[in-house]
């Protein structure tokens, strides 16, 4: 009876050293990945939800769309960089349509919509081969 005692307590005493050491390792892990982001001077992203949060409206057929008239709204992309959204009176991110004269809708991405540091856009591009 008494070899399975100490058989039992060797037991205890190893699971006890085992836990002490997994609570130790969690510690200086935690510890370890605070000094990191410290020292690397975590920023988290931009929140985009909350810069376009207003610019669209809902859309039966396509769940939303960009509201009409929205004014010019300065946002951060990334660093220092920022750039200006808005929309028309056709709800397209473009100068206004004076209602004459001809009128070229560009649909796309982010390049098309100029969301970029470049000068040289799809935009600029069109109105040069039109207007050259």
Not at 61 to 80: V, W
Not at 105 to 119: E, H, I, P, W
Request: hydrophobic share 40%; net charge negative.
């Amino acid at each position: 009876m008494k070899g399975l005692d100490e058989a039992k307590m060797t037991w205890m005493k190893k699971w006890a050293a085992n836990l002490c050491l997994l609570f130790f390792s969690l510690i200086v892990s935690l510890f370890m990945v605070e000094l990191m982001l410290r020292l690397l001077e975590y920023k988290p992203a931009p929140d985009f939800a909350l810069t376009y949060r207003n610019y669209f409206r809902p859309d039966s057929e396509a769940g939303f769309d960009i509201k009409e008239n929205f004014p010019k709204t300065r946002a951060r992309l990334e660093g220092s960089y920022t750039y200006e959204f808005w929309s028309n009176e056709l709800g397209c991110f473009g100068t206004p349509f004076s209602g004459h004269g001809s009128y070229i809708l560009l649909l796309g991405d982010s390049f098309t919509q100029d969301y970029f540091k470049g000068k040289d856009t799809s935009q600029t591009d069109y109105h040069w081969l039109l207007y050259q």
